[in-house]
């Protein structure tokens, strides 16, 4: 063992020249035992080897305990395992051993001493091989060892004590137990794993199966020997087993206690981070909505909606990083301007809240959007860059309203508003009126996403010439409570234009991942599902991790989805073209959506990790008539075949045209001749065929 810590130094060395130490005194007494039998040719008992033994029980358990510590500090936990398994062998000792021993009149006193001794030493030992035991990370090959060796220990002295106090104590196979105890502890010194402290301060002590055992096995331990010495007939030893089940179970209740209250602390950790940006630390939109409501509840909030102009340029010109470093430290400044009480959240890409308490009267908001302002326009370092980026900012308040979503849309309003001029501006009825039809669009929008008013259709693409339906194709749908039915058509635009489409497009890639999953499980599921994504979102520097994460949350496997990009989203290159091979990485189909009718550069199929080609819907509806289209139709499935990629024939109305595609070879297609979109699988066509017309 001294070897062991001279070569390998380890960082703890104080704990492990303690257990040498105690292991030199204890085989002192063993060298004291053997020269006292061949000399006395007798054994007598108590002797000085004893006291030797004794002696070194107390130090060796001090260095046990030292070593199976660690270095994060004190585990309370870890400490009530180990006392409920040194009570429960400790009280078996005091049944068979120590009370007999105590009751034994004609016994001489140092006798008796001894053979209480060596049960408390064993309960010391008990304790630290427990202590070692039930911590996960004393998992190193050296603390293995020393929990082996001192496991040896352990049950020889059980016997030891047992028989010596009947007089029947031969050594023999016990006295090789010691020795391995040796020789485990010696290898645990020798070995490399010694040299570094295991670092506890990040263990999370879980009621494992094995901890779980012990701890069960311990506490009924004064059950069992009530019943043993009940059933024996030799009386019982009410109150040593009364004290030691009192003990166990306090032990069990301090127990108890310590992991509810790591339950309840682990509850609000994550509770916190549910309701907290990633990115700045800030609040996020779940939060401040939360947060929101009760103040409307109880009182007249004040809201500020700021938006950062100029940062899509900063993304562009300098990378996300920068994006993001820009974002962190606009962060900090609004939280270091913002009174006591108020409130500050990141809703989302470029778009912060503030939400005031009730006694901030309207003219305060006003001075703090005008600090708040400044604050912003100052340049920020990011990206080894001077960046210096704008704000334009809605103030409103609950007049006249009690519904939060309100509230909001109005800040929505009025920041549109101070975007058109003035940089900040407050909400009045009149901007309703004033305000563009896209600022009052986006503004409820928002407040749609957020009241659950769009929700999603299914489109499906069948194969030719049966009808089979292959996949599907998820398209959003927007019930305005006023408005009624609003195209995407109307409403995509600008949720690109005010970065909407992020939150949105997460919401769709969430629910069309669940619904796909409830028809896996219902065995209606076709093959895949399709959904649409913007470039703004392949753009968004998480939008992979998110993909990644909605597939793990929802048990899809990545074959399933199919990603639809334009040609425009990924024409100019960039972060978009890295999205999609990160994507096609991840396992996910990509999809290039309406072909032909943005930049149509054949260059893009060979880029591209795409699979699938959607020839636009312009190309098909003159398909059975000569001319161009169907010339392009043609030269198009050839393109797709030679480069190994499915064609989708889009927007097939007619059984002509369908029959005309599979003439010219497509074996995909999409329109309403094979099912409108619809939001249940019957009426979406699944498990319908529509077979294509014999020529």
């Not at 860059?385 to 509230?407: C, M, N, R």
């Not at 990790?609 to 190309?619: A, M, N, R, T, Y």
Request: proline share 4%; aromatic share 6%.
């Amino acid at each position: 063992m001294v070897a062991g810590i001279r070569r390998n130094r380890p960082e703890h060395g104080t704990a492990w020249w303690v257990l040498a130490a105690g292991l030199a005194i204890f085989i002192s007494g063993d060298i004291c035992y053997d020269v006292t039998e061949h000399r006395l040719g007798e054994y007598p008992y108590p002797s000085w080897a004893d006291l030797l033994y004794l002696c070194a029980y107390p130090v060796l358990f001090a260095g046990l305990a030292l070593l199976g510590r660690g270095n994060g500090g004190p585990d309370r936990t870890g400490l009530i395992d180990a006392a409920v398994i040194s009570t429960g062998i400790g009280l078996v000792y005091w049944v068979f051993v120590v009370g007999p021993t105590l009751q034994e009149a004609g016994t001489p006193l140092l006798e008796r001493i001894a053979t209480i001794g060596y049960p408390v030493a064993d309960v010391m030992l008990t304790a630290a091989v427990a202590r070692m035991l039930t911590r996960a990370e004393n998992r190193t090959p050296s603390l293995r060892l020393l929990a082996v060796g001192a496991s040896f220990m352990l049950v020889c002295d059980i016997f030891y004590t047992v028989l010596s106090s009947a007089g029947d104590w031969e050594g023999g196979i016990f006295d090789a137990g010691f020795l391995l105890a040796y020789v485990c502890w010696g290898a645990a010194a020798l070995h490399p794993s010694m040299r570094r402290r295991p670092d506890t301060g990040i263990a999370a002590h879980r009621v494992g199966a094995r901890r779980l055992a012990m701890l069960a096995a311990a506490t009924l331990l004064a059950p069992a020997l009530l019943i043993w010495q009940g059933t024996a007939g030799d009386g019982i030893a009410w109150a040593a087993i009364g004290a030691g089940a009192v003990a166990l179970f306090l032990l069990v209740v301090a127990r108890m206690w310590g992991l509810v209250n790591q339950v309840q602390v682990q509850a609000l950790r994550l509770r916190d981070l549910a309701m907290r940006d990633e990115l700045t630390g800030l609040a996020n939109r779940r939060r401040f909505v939360r947060r929101l409501a009760d103040a409307v509840a109880a009182g007249s909030p004040q809201v500020l909606l700021l938006d950062l102009d100029g940062f899509k340029a900063v993304n562009d010109r300098f990378g996300h990083a920068a994006g993001d470093e820009l974002l962190i430290g606009i962060a900090q400044r609004l939280a270091a301007e913002i009174p006591s009480g108020a409130l500050v959240a990141r809703m989302g890409g470029d778009e912060f809240a503030i939400l005031l308490p009730p006694e901030c009267t309207a003219a305060a908001c006003d001075d703090l959007a005008a600090r708040l302002h400044a604050a912003v326009h100052r340049p920020v370092r990011a990206g080894g860059h001077d960046v210096l980026v704008s704000t334009s900012i809605g103030i409103a308040d609950d007049t006249d309203t009690d519904d939060p979503g309100e509230v909001l849309r109005r800040a929505d309003v009025a920041m549109y508003a101070a975007k058109a001029g003035g940089r900040r501006r407050r909400y009045s009825p009149e901007l309703d009126d004033q305000a563009g039809e896209e600022a009052r669009l986006g503004a409820e929008m928002r407040a749609g996403l957020d009241r659950g008013e769009f929700h999603l259709v299914y489109q499906p693409i069948v194969e030719l010439p049966h009808g089979r339906v292959a996949s599907v194709e998820s398209l959003i749908r927007w019930r305005h409570p006023v408005r009624g039915h609003v195209g995407p058509d109307r409403f995509i635009p600008v949720a690109e234009r005010n970065g909407l489409i992020v939150e949105l497009g997460e919401w769709i890639l969430r629910t069309a991942c669940a619904q796909y999953m409830t028809w896996l499980r219902d065995g209606v599921a076709p093959d895949r599902i399709g959904v649409n994504v913007s470039a703004r979102q392949l753009a968004e520097p998480g939008f992979v991790d998110l993909v990644a994460a909605v597939l793990a949350e929802t048990g899809m496997d990545p074959g399933h989805l199919i990603v639809e990009v334009t040609e425009t989203a990924v024409f100019g290159g960039g972060a978009a073209v890295r999205t999609v091979h990160d994507l096609t990485a991840l396992g996910v189909d990509i999809a290039l959506d309406d072909f032909g009718t943005g930049h149509s550069s054949l260059g893009l199929l060979q880029t591209l990790p795409v699979s699938i080609l959607k020839v636009d819907k312009s190309f098909v509806d003159n398909v059975t008539m000569a001319g161009r289209h169907a010339v392009i139709a043609t030269s198009l499935i050839q393109v797709a075949h030679g480069l190994g990629l499915v064609a989708v024939a889009e927007g097939v109305e007619t059984a002509e045209q369908a029959a005309e595609l599979y003439r010219l070879g497509y074996r995909r297609a999409q329109g309403y001749h094979f099912g409108r979109p619809a939001e249940a699988p019957a009426n979406a066509g699944y498990g319908r065929h529509r077979a294509v017309p014999a020529a």
